[in-house]
């Protein structure tokens, strides 16, 4: 949501601002059910969430979908690894 990279015409990414709110839950309860209608075993890693969303998102998710948060369990994982090592 950098307005300057936005306006910027050699900016080579997407043009708008990104989805907040309802918007932005209701497009990830979509891909979620979608990817998992079509791949029903498959492993969808939240990879550099926003710490905001991180919690949310695998709280929400981790009992009907088999989902991992790097940010939340892989630093959870390594630092349990370290100590039991």
Do not use: W
Request: glycine share 8%.
């Amino acid at each position: 949501d950098n307005q300057q990279l936005l306006d910027d015409p050699l900016y080579r990414g997407v043009r708008h601002r990104r989805l907040t709110g309802a918007d932005y839950y209701s497009l990830i309860d979509e891909f979620m059910q979608a990817v998992y209608s079509r791949y029903p075993s498959v492993l969808v890693q939240f990879e550099d969430f926003s710490s905001d969303k991180a919690s949310t998102l695998l709280a929400k998710y981790r009992d009907r979908f088999l989902c991992f948060n790097d940010d939340i369990q892989g630093t959870g994982a390594t630092v349990l690894a370290g100590v039991l090592g």
